[in-house]
């Protein structure tokens, strides 16, 4: 009886779906990043990952008058999934769960959030690309950032 149980939890086993492992955090997006276009621009700034947290801050202007502020985090949960939270002028905070992950990209969405739903971080080189949009990809916004001071 013992054998027979232990050949059919080794079928279920092999049958079952390999579970991905859990994201680590992107701390190839720690630092400090800058953004130039003519009188237009934007930073980003990220901690490195610790205690399954990084903090980040964004601002974006024109020339000396700032548009647009903002604290974010990507958080590791109790679950042990990853959250991107988004404070735009310190406005409560929303939620985007981590819905695909690379070595060296991360991409969260709420279909349930009026906009953004899609948020999406990678690099390209030195580059640290980020997006944002609707769920299917309509109303883009892209930064592409360089180390701040690194020109």
């Given amino acids: 009886m013992k054998t027979l149980l232990a050949a059919a939890l080794l079928v279920i086993a092999s049958a079952a779906p390999a579970l ?5 955090l992107p701390g190839w997006m720690a630092g ?9 621009w934007a930073d980003e700034y990220w901690t490195a990952p610790r205690a399954g947290l990084m903090i980040g801050a964004a601002r974006v202007g024109q020339g000396e008058t700032l548009q647009m502020w903002e604290s974010t985090r990507i958080e590791r949960k ?6 991107f939270f988004a404070q735009p002028r310190g406005v409560p905070a929303a939620e985007f769960p981590l819905v695909a ?5 991360v ?4 279909p349930a959030h009026d906009y953004p739903q899609r948020i999406r971080y990678w690099r390209e ?27």
């Fill in 20 to 24: 991905d492992p859990p994201a680590t």
């Fill in 107 to 110: 991409e969260f969405a709420n």
């Fill in 125 to 151: 080189g030195r580059l640290l690309k980020a997006r944002i949009s609707l769920m299917d990809g309509s109303k883009p916004m892209e930064w592409s950032y360089a180390p701040l001071g690194g020109d």
């Fill in 78 to 83: 109790g679950d042990g999934t990853l959250s």
């Fill in 32 to 40: 400090a990043w800058d953004m130039r276009d003519g009188e237009s």
């Fill in 101 to 105: 992950h690379a070595a060296q990209m």
